[in-house]
Structures are given as structure tokens and as C-alpha cells.
């Protein structure tokens, strides 16, 4: 049989090439970041924000109308710009967005197979750029998987990202024959083993570095009107805050939710982590610290945005010490938390190809669950 007659190239859908009836029952855990251009040049920016900025999640504006825009004039000349900030970055291992996932991921899979076994597949994949989501998930069924967990890493949730993440699996499953069973994490801004783990973080820093008059609590900006058609985003930042602080006992007047990184001319949510600083600092504080609790990962927004750019407009406004507290990246607080999250949902098929085993920590996690239950009528 000829290539072009094969039944993998003609069929509607996908085939499964190694399937095998009767084969194991394998479970995969998919985490997801939102992407990186493969190189710090203007090409690879150009690829990458064209793909990026086209997704109707992220900028929701009339189609034709931002086809031009995007087209005619923001891709002739944001890719050239965007790669001289991402040179600021980059490093021997590429982009800290895609190391620092790749480390999560690899902590994340020690961890989880620990408890679940080692037949458990884990594996992490980019919205945009590589690796992307249809490759992964084609490696994943490919290797037997009939289970698939989609765990987002954005603790908030937001159309533009968490939900641009479910179409993007929605839509490679239209063109697949055979669908594993799906469980997606939309969110975890209030899961108690990530305030812990953000909390933690944050007194470690304080414990080396002593503590600022303020602390910025900084999230990435969405349009404002996002809000008024009902994305829960602005809502989920303000709790993760609030939980925050509270683990780390500070009171209302010490710290404030901020958010960065708009675009464009129209409103973003309120208020400004650029313009919250010089006004601090303008107003007198002379030390300000700034912690991201909507990345998991360090990467451009944080390391060149908010460490770099906007300690410049507070030592310039007057303001004296600045600090950055770096994301949670892969550290053990934060792996241990993102585990715990994805086992509450392992543990939902623990009767199917992912058993929970009788260990203390799996114990200890059903009694809490159990707590937290209400009592049978």
C-alpha cells in the first residue's frame, strides 16, 4: 500500500498507529505553560506572536479588524523589540519559562510516580511555540494513555489562558478516533498546599533579605472589561492575595494586589503595578518587595518586567530598597503542592489504570479530605 493510500493520511481522524487491543491502561498527567519563542531573535518572536496574538482568547477584538492590525502593524515591528528583551533573559538552558517547566515537570513525575508508580506518564507542553500541545498529547496516546489529567499552571483561572489552554486540547481531540477520559484543573488560586507554599516562599526571602515597608503582590493584567463579562480572574488574584496574607500574618495596610504587563490603549485592571510604584515611592516608602503569585514559573514578565524595569521606576520615583522575590519555580514547597492537586484527581480513578497506594501521605490526604466533607445525612 502506497503512503497516499494509507488509512492513517486518509481517515477523518487521527489513527492510533501502535494501538493494541487488550493493551494496558495507562494515566497521563499533562502540566501546561503559556510559551516561548525557541529563539531570542526577531523571527522566532515573529512565529511566536503571530500564533500567540491570533488566539481570539487573548484579544478579543473583532477578527478582521485585528487580522490588520496584527498583521500590518504589530508584527513589523513588536518581534524585533520583544527579542531584545528576551536576550536580557536568556540563558545556557534557553528561555526560564522552558527550563524552569522542564525542572517542574521532572520533579513533578518523581514525585507522582513515587506515590502512583512508575507506569504513570507525566509530561509538560506549551500553548504556543514548542513543545506544543498536539505533539504531546500524541506522544501520551502513543504511549497508552486512556486517562489524561490537563493541569494548567495558572493558578487563577482566565479565558485568555486557562481557557485558551481546554480549546486548544478540545480541538486537537476533534481530529482524534480514540479520547482518553479527561480531567481538566481550571484552577487552584485557593488550594491551601499552594498559599502554604507561596507563604513560605516568601518568608524564606524575608528570612535572607529582611522585610520591606510593602508588599506588591503583582498579577498579570487583563482588559477590564473581561471583568464585567464575568471572567472570575480579577475575583480568583484578589483571594490568592488575601489567602496569602493571611498565612503570612500581615494586615491589610501591608500589602496591595497590583497588575502588570497591559497592552494597549483601552482600561486593564486596576491598579497598576508600574504606576502603584512611583506613587509609593513618590509618597515617601522607601522600600517595596514584589512577589507574582499568578506565575509558576520565572520568565520574561518577571525577571526583565519586574525585576528589572519596574525597579527602575521606583529607585527613580525616590523609593531606596526594591526587592524581587522570584516565582515559585521548582521548588519542593511548590512541587509538593501542584502533587497533592493533581492526586485528589489521581485518586478519583484510583479504581482504574492510576491506583492511589496505601502510603501515610495518601492516608493523611484522604483523612483531610475526609474532614472537609460534611457528614452523611
Known sequence: MSRREHPADTAQYKAQTSFEHGQRRRTGVLITNLGTPDQPDRKA?????KEFLSDPRVVEVPRLLWWCILNLVILNIRPARSARAYRTVWTDRGSPLLFHTVDQCEALKQQLQADYGDDLVVDFAMRYGNPSITSKLTRMQEAGV?????LPLYPQYCAATTGSTFDAIAADFTRRRWLPALQFINCYHDFDPFITACAAHIEAYWARHGRSEKLLLSYHG????YLSAG????????KTSRLIADKLGIGAD?????FQSRFGREPWLKPYTDITLKSLASAGLRSVQVFCPGFAADCLETIEEIGEENREYFIQAGGREYGFIPCLNAEDGHIAALSQLVGNHLNAWKDGGARAPDTASTRELQKSLARALPDPQ
Open 254 to 258: 501591608e500589602y496591595l494586589t497590583t
Open 45 to 49: 518572536l515573529r512565529r511566536y506572536l
Open 231 to 238: 471572567d472570575p480572574y480579577h475575583c480568583h488574584c484578589h
Open 222 to 225: 487583563i482588559p477590564a472589561r
Open 146 to 150: 486512556e486517562q489524561l489529567i490537563v
